[in-house]
């Protein structure tokens, strides 16, 4: 029978990239969009990841088109750049609300359902940046640094209970989050000297999600073309 898994932030980027991997692997796929229209082909509910109450209806709407969530993508993620010196006190909590608390809000909605199936995934899209940290993304920096804190735990809280919960770093990743940066410059700390493919990502939580990760939870696998080496 086709899993059910749900994608934050599914309508594009690296999120549609893992929907369109996990649909053509069969899965039954459901995606999170805020803005404009639902991918085509593609199971969509309206979620801003910052609401619980749009997370709450979210899953009720995926439960009921296609069962419990037993694979749980959180890749809903924003970027708000700007020095210490300068950044507001709403820039740094808006980029962790989004990226971290509404990590724990939908991995908070999913658990139970999974814990009554006896098995699931969790895999967030954390960053490279998280470890070695980035000038003018403090914000951003800790809100992927706490990820891999918040995954860890879970993988210690529900490994008994077949659920496994991994973390996935990209680098730098051909989407509308890096198009404003300056290319060339980031390209050429690359050791294998371009960006990543969406669907480089995408490939990477397939596994996860699949069989052959069965023995893997708390991990944290970097997709980064060797920029972070290590981390
Ligand atoms: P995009 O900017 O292309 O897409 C971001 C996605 O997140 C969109 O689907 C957007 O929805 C959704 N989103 C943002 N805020 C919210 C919110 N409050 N509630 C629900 N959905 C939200 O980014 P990418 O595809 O590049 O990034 C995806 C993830 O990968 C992010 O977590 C990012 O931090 C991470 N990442 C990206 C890298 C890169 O180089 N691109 C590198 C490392 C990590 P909508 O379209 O409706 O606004």
Request: charged letters at 20%.
């Amino acid at each position: 029978m086709a899993r059910s898994v749900l994608v934050t932030g599914g309508n594009r980027g690296i999120g549609l990239a893992i929907a369109r991997e996990l649909s053509a692997n069969g899965d039954a796929v459901a995606v999170t969009y805020r803005s404009g229209e639902p991918p085509e082909g593609l199971f969509g509910v309206r979620c801003d990841v910052t609401s619980t109450a749009d997370v709450e209806a979210a899953f009720d709407k995926v439960e009921a088109q296609q069962g419990p969530v037993e694979v749980l993508v959180s890749n809903a993620g924003v970027t708000k750049d700007t020095l210490l010196a300068m950044m507001k006190e709403d820039t740094f909590t808006d980029v962790i609300d989004t990226n971290l608390t509404g990590a724990y809000r939908v991995a908070k909605r999913a658990i139970r359902p999974m814990m009554r199936l006896k098995r699931g995934r969790i895999i967030l899209i954390s960053s490279v940046i998280g470890l070695s940290g980035q000038a003018g993304q403090a914000n951003y920096a800790a809100s992927k640094a706490g990820l891999i804190g918040f995954a860890r735990s879970l993988a210690r809280e529900y490994g008994s209970r077949n659920i496994t919960v991994n973390v996935v770093s990209p680098g730098f990743v051909a989407t509308d989050m890096t198009a404003e940066l300056d290319h060339d410059t980031i390209v050429s700390t690359i050791p294998l000297g371009r960006q990543a493919r969406p669907e480089e990502v995408a490939r990477v939580v397939r596994f996860l999600a699949g069989d052959d990760a069965s023995y893997i939870t708390g991990a944290v696998i970097p997709v980064d073309g060797g920029l972070g080496m290590g981390h």
